[in-house]
């Protein structure tokens, strides 16, 4: 079978990542626990910042969000090499700019994920991953931004929501650990 992975919150816990270096660089200390209610797919209004201002942090930040240490969530690694072994095809389809692509599957890579050659796909906006998704007859597509999942609720591609504070209004199958997978695919 053919499986679709979004990379950023789904596969890898970027936000939580980036809202530590926050801390750091705007030498502050925000409790994890509003991190963890947050809302939004967005993490700077805790720290006071204008949506301008926040996205301004982020890309000042991104090559230190992007390709230092970002842990992958608990058996993402795992799932994935577990999944290619057992002859299925494991893509990403990630909205991260095409300038970042190369380095993100290399990226990837080191940390242990599985990349065959072909299946990385970056550089899209979120309302365009259906058409490469469709193109590629995935069975199934894992994200957790609602605005790229509800575009493929009409879509033969069986879709999972990673979950999050930010998703719950996403009425659609979810996974909350990647340890279930295993028991999805037996269903
Ligand atoms: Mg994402």
């Keep these: 079978m053919k499986f679709g992975f979004d990379i950023d919150d789904t596969l890898i816990n970027l936000r939580e990542y980036a809202f530590g270096l926050y801390n750091k660089k705007l030498q502050k200390n925000i409790d994890l626990e509003i991190f963890k209610a947050l809302k939004t797919v967005e993490i700077h209004h805790p720290f006071g910042l204008q949506d301008v201002e926040g996205k301004e942090l982020w890309n000042s930040l991104r090559e230190e969000i992007y390709f230092t240490d970002c842990p992958p969530f608990p058996m993402a690694v795992e799932t994935l090499n577990e999944l290619v072994k057992s002859g299925h095809d494991v893509y990403y389809i990630t909205a991260r700019n095409k300038e970042f692509g190369e380095r993100t599957k290399e990226w990837m890579q080191r940390q242990g994920f599985p990349m065959q050659e072909g299946h990385f796909y970056c550089g899209m906006e979120d309302h365009e991953k259906i058409h490469i998704i469709k193109k590629l007859e995935l069975d199934f597509y894992f994200d957790d931004k609602p605005q790229v999942v509800e575009t493929l609720a009409d879509t033969v591609v069986q ?29």
Excluded: C, F, G, T
Aim: hydrophobic content about 35%; cysteine-free; charged content about 35%.
């Design 159 to 187: 879709v999972y929501v990673k979950d999050h504070p930010y998703n719950q209004e996403v009425k659609m199958n979810r996974l909350k650990d990647w340890s279930e997978l295993a028991s999805i695919l037996k269903k």
